[in-house]
């Protein structure tokens, strides 16, 4: 490779660890240089900075699935709802007490109880009444009244997308609703029994739209009109994308929680990585001298990036977390082992160093790509099947993961090109 192309990427390397180093460690730069790189921190878990807890109370009385589905359909919209990507690694229980039963979230890091409240949301409770009324051409809302209103069992637990649009004729913001498969025959029935009447639209028991079905709707769609704005309307689409509650809740507590392992169990995990890492490091260039070194400042770059990966998705740090990310270390390791070995036999085949770092990188790909797609498969079952937990783990997991790859193939293989036709790479023979 031509001394002009490993240049460039050396370059882009050295611009890569001064951005990531810097995005990790902005006080260094903007304390001594007078820079002014964003200072974000890092966002750690329940177990290590404690957060808040909220306990919210269900309404079950209107429910018509079994009781034990719609507690998990609400537990599943909950942690969808704080934890987007896996990276707020919220813990959302249900507990049951005799007849009724407790909806308990603790959000990692939020000593601010009004800021937890404020990240769960208010998730409108969507609902379709059908009404009775005996004179149809009276304004709706003088002619409702308790017994005007029948419950259906269609509700926002059966939405499947809202989106925004705007009447062709008076621009109005409108709301579509698509509804799931269950869902789209629920509505195909209360239309087809309420031809000419009215169908109402509650949004946490407010009538927002009481449209006339004219015919049976069998496309699972419904549209919501009203005296919306368009910022109105875009936050109605909004929270019921994020997740219609299957079941109303009401805020009934909520404090302030002490972190369960605390200051002393972080620092001892990450004395261990970093002890860790530095026998790791030494290791490698005493075994492989300076492939080893190469490696090693390629294993820095890899968690300088990595850090900022976690800072830039502002992923919650658990031990779990930690754990997985460690464990991605190993994986990194293991990919420039590979790689070594295969150019030791090409250096002992007698090719040239130039020769057996391309063939080595070659050779050893088959095995590094097939090693990190089968764990990278196994994270992804963990992630999607797994709880907050486990999904943190998984998550670090395979960041580290595709990070690893990213280290060994291009920054390990730049650093030896760096040494082809030096006199440091005696070791190789």
């Given at each position: 490779m031509g001394k002009k192309k490993i240049g460039v990427k050396l370059i882009f390397i050295l611009i890569l660890v001064f951005f990531t180093f810097n995005f990790v460690y902005p006080k260094f730069l903007n304390q001594y240089l007078g820079l002014n790189f964003p200072e974000i921190p890092f966002k750690l878990g329940l177990d290590l900075v404690g957060g808040s807890r909220l306990i919210y109370e269900t309404d079950l009385s209107k429910?018509?699935?079994t009781k034990t589905e719609a507690l998990s359909g609400l537990r599943d919209v909950i942690e969808k709802r704080v934890n987007i990507l896996g990276v707020r690694e919220p813990i959302v229980r249900i507990q049951?007490?005799?007849g009724s039963a407790r909806l308990m979230v603790e959000l990692a890091g939020i000593k601010n109880v009004e800021e937890a409240i404020k990240a769960i949301g208010e998730t409108p409770l969507l609902e379709f009444r059908e009404i009775e009324v005996k004179d149809l051409n009276a304004p709706l809302r003088s002619a409702i009244n308790p017994s005007d209103l029948k419950p259906t069992s269609l509700t926002g637990?059966?939405?499947?997308?809202?989106?925004?649009?705007?009447?062709?004729?008076t621009l109005e913001p409108i709301v579509i609703l698509e509804f799931d498969k269950e869902g789209k025959e629920l509505f195909k029935q209360i239309t087809s029994r309420n031809v000419d009447k009215p169908l109402a639209i509650f949004i946490d028991n407010n009538l927002i739209s009481s449209p006339v079905v004219r015919e049976p709707i069998s496309s699972g769609r419904a549209q919501i009109t009203g005296n919306f704005t368009p910022e109105e309307a875009k936050k109605l689409v909004n929270s019921l994308n994020a997740g219609a509650l299957p079941v109303p809740i009401k805020l009934i507590s909520q404090e302030t929680i002490a972190p369960s392992l605390g200051k002393i169990s972080l620092e001892k995990s990450l004395k261990a990585g970093f002890f860790g890492l530095l026998g790791i490091i030494l290791f490698m260039i005493c075994y492989y001298q300076m492939a080893g070194l190469a490696a090693s400042l390629s294993?820095?770059?890899y968690g300088l990036i990595l850090?900022?990966?976690?800072?830039?998705?502002?992923?919650?740090?658990?031990?779990?977390?930690i754990a997985g990310a460690i464990l991605s270390i190993g994986m990194a390791v293991d990919a420039n082992v590979l790689i070594f070995a295969r150019m030791k036999e090409e250096i002992k085949k007698g090719d040239s160093f130039s020769r057996a770092i391309d063939i080595g990188f070659k050779r050893a790909w088959p095995s590094i790509r097939d090693g990190n797609l089968t764990t990278l498969i196994e994270a992804m079952i963990m992630f999607f099947l797994g709880t907050s937990f486990i999904q943190g783990f998984a998550l670090t997991t395979s960041l580290g993961i595709l990070v690893s790859m990213f280290s060994a193939i291009f920054i390990t293989q730049t650093f030896l090109e760096i040494f082809i036709g030096s006199k440091v790479r005696k070791q190789d023979k």
């Open positions: 429910v018509e699935k049951e007490i005799g637990q059966y939405l499947k997308k809202a989106s925004l649009d705007f009447d062709n004729e294993l820095l770059v850090l900022s990966l976690f800072k830039l998705f502002s992923i919650t740090l658990t031990l779990a977390g």
